[in-house]
């Protein structure tokens, strides 16, 4: 079983920046995946960003070029968010999947509002 340690989010005006971070307390053997969901009242959880083992970035089309995810070591990631806006309002979960688990932190509150 894999748990994780989140931290940052908060309350932020449009155009400003949060930093996200999450630590696991485990690594599984062999590659896996690490990354950001979030999931906004009535909507579903969908992907915000991903990075692999090998450092190897995916990102949902709605972030790109204003967010960026960083693997700071085997057992930590962290998101930057720039430029946010209202839509990015969420609860931003962190994950870690390894082959078809998915293992879900506890989530953050990312909330954008003047």
């Known amino acids: 079983q894999v748990t994780f340690v989140q931290s940052g989010g908060g309350l932020v005006q449009p155009g400003g920046s949060l930093r996200l971070s999450c630590r696991a307390s485990t690594i599984p053997n062999g590659d896996f995946e690490m990354g950001w ?3 906004a009242p009535g909507q579903q959880r969908e992907l915000v960003a991903t990075v692999t083992t090998s450092r190897q970035t995916n990102y949902a089309d709605s972030v790109k070029g204003r967010f960026i995810i960083s693997r700071d070591n085997s057992l930590s990631v962290t ?3 720039n ?3 209202p839509n990015d309002t969420a ?3 962190c994950n870690m999947q390894v082959g078809s688990r998915n293992f879900w932190g506890q ?3 990312v909330t954008v509002s003047s």
């Open 91 to 93: 609860l931003y979960y």
């Open 37 to 39: 969901y979030r999931q």
């Open 83 to 85: 430029n946010l806006q």
């Open 107 to 109: 989530g953050t509150q």
């Open 79 to 81: 998101l930057l968010m």
